[in-house]
């Protein structure tokens, strides 16, 4: 494990750890006075900072099982399994403080390392707040996430893919945002950005100064991404969806230069 990975893992265990002493200084003053009103107004702000620290550890996934749990800790639960109800605010806290005991007992497993989100490294929250489409922009964070995995695991050619996606989505959405007839002026080909290639979506980016020559730097199997026909033939390496990682976060920074 990397000295990096290691303070970073000890910096998590330091604040779960504080927040499970707050925990259960809340969950001790709701059992004896419930309609505490200081208690219920500082039992939403732990529940908030339990919700940034779980969402950081699951890696900004909803799946994650960990997210999933912090979730359920709100519901009561009926014979049959189905969400019934909400719980008395003790027991969330109750619940809540369980969820943060399992991610402690997680990051502590030194032998086999955090299994808590592998590829996350509390991913910057405004990472894509360049994109114009805000609808976009949890796609492409999420998308990010699952190539960083993918590449940890050494899935090269997921990597790969995921990357490109990334890459393509950000452009199309920096292209549309600038308009088709300022992209004229640019001698941008005519017809709608959805019928561009990739290639050519990249080539009007840079003529229209949105990118410079990053993308110059893409090997031949990110190029033709989209053509199932070339991943057939060519394998994807190491190298390669290192390589188109790399120049993801070149344009990434090109589309925000005040990152």
């Not at 800790?73 to 049959?80: E, K, T």
């Not at 990357?163 to 017809?191: N, Q, R």
């Not at 993801?248 to 090109?254: A, E, F, N």
């Amino acid at each position: 494990m990397n000295e990096t990975l290691q303070t970073q893992i000890e910096i998590y265990l330091g604040h779960l750890d504080g927040l499970i002493r707050r925990g259960r200084e809340v969950r001790d003053t709701l059992a004896a006075d419930p309609s505490n009103e200081s208690a219920i107004a500082a039992t939403r702000a732990w529940q908030e900072n339990c919700g940034v620290t779980i969402n950081q550890l699951s890696g900004g996934s909803k799946a994650h099982w960990l997210a999933r749990s912090f979730s359920q800790a709100f519901l009561m639960r009926s014979v049959d399994g189905q969400a019934a109800e909400g719980a008395a605010p003790d027991q969330i806290v109750e619940r809540l403080l369980d969820v943060l005991e399992q991610a402690v007992a997680v990051l502590s497993q030194k032998d086999q390392g955090p299994i808590i989100a592998s590829s996350s490294q509390a991913p910057p929250p405004r990472r894509f707040e360049f994109v114009h489409n805000p609808e976009l922009r949890p796609v492409v964070e999420q998308a990010y996430i699952e190539s960083r995995r993918c590449f940890e695991q050494g899935h090269y050619e997921e990597a790969l893919q995921t990357s490109c996606g990334i890459l393509e989505a950000i452009v199309t959405d920096a292209l549309e945002y600038k308009g088709l007839s300022a992209l004229a002026a640019a001698g941008a080909p005519p017809g709608n950005i959805a019928d561009w290639s990739f290639e050519t979506r990249l080539s009007v980016a840079e003529k229209a100064d949105l990118i410079r020559g990053g993308c110059a730097r893409l090997p031949p199997t990110a190029r033709t991404y989209r053509d199932p026909k070339s991943h057939a033939i060519a394998e994807v390496s190491e190298r390669d969806a290192r390589q188109t990682g790399q120049v993801l976060h070149v344009i990434m920074r090109d589309l925000d230069p005040g990152r």
